[in-house]
């Protein structure tokens, strides 16, 4: 009599091997999706440090300038980006928050560049006369559902 495998017993060793192997490969498309969701959630909280970073270069420069330091900071709904000196007063014009990538990788507003994804919008409130609140919200969409992204300081009149 020969010794080996039946029929029967190859198919259920080929099925447990089957199942194995789409749970290996589930695992591998969380991995991926997960990456994709944490970068795009580190470039929201760069893009949102970068606009409180911002507001308080304008802080700090009217101090250098001698002048207050809140000149140019107040209430309401701003965009700013790198190139610019003071924040820009938000007009409702759709589309103004949203933020461009350029070949130089830097992100700005407005521009012929492509649409990066992301938007931007800062939002300034004077708590008293010597603290300002400063609110950035990023927004991007990820596989159709809106991801958002907020990050919030408080700026003092300390000198």
Same mark, same amino acid.
């Given at each position: 009599?020969?010794?080996?495998? @039946?029929?029967?017993?190859?198919?259920?060793?080929?099925?447990?091997?089957?199942?194995?192997? &789409?749970?290996?490969?589930?695992?591998?498309?969380?991995?991926?999706?997960?990456? *994709?969701?944490?970068?795009?959630?580190?470039?929201?909280?760069? &893009?949102?440090?970068?606009?409180?970073?911002?507001?308080?270069?304008? =802080?700090?420069?009217?101090? =250098? =300038?001698?002048?207050?330091? %809140?000149?140019? !900071?107040?209430?309401?709904?701003?965009?700013? %980006?790198?190139?610019?000196?003071?924040?820009? !007063?938000?007009?409702?014009?759709?589309?103004?928050?949203?933020?461009?990538?350029?070949? %130089?990788?830097?992100?700005?507003? *407005? *521009?012929?560049?492509?649409?990066?994804?992301?938007? =931007?919008?800062?939002?300034?409130?004077?708590?008293?006369?010597?603290?300002?609140?400063?609110?950035?919200?990023? @927004?991007?969409?990820?596989?159709?559902?809106?991801?958002?992204?907020?990050?919030?300081?408080?700026?003092?009149n300390w000198k």
């Open positions: 009599m020969k010794k080996g495998f @039946s029929l029967v017993e190859i198919i259920i060793i080929l099925f447990i091997i089957s199942i194995g192997l &789409l749970g290996v490969l589930s695992l591998i498309i969380q991995n991926i999706q997960s990456q *994709g969701y944490n970068k795009n959630n580190l470039v929201a909280y760069q &893009l949102a440090q970068e606009g409180v970073e911002l507001i308080r270069m304008v =802080r700090d420069s009217n101090w =250098r =300038r001698g002048i207050d330091y %809140d000149f140019g !900071l107040t209430n309401g709904i701003f965009f700013m %980006d790198y190139k610019d000196d003071l924040p820009h !007063l938000s007009s409702g014009v759709t589309g103004e928050f949203i933020l461009h990538q350029g070949p %130089d990788g830097f992100y700005y507003h *407005g *521009g012929t560049a492509t649409s990066s994804g992301f938007s =931007r919008q800062i939002t300034l409130k004077r708590e008293n006369a010597n603290t300002l609140k400063v609110v950035v919200n990023v @927004s991007w969409q990820e596989r159709g559902r809106d991801s958002y992204y907020d990050l919030q300081t408080i700026l003092y």
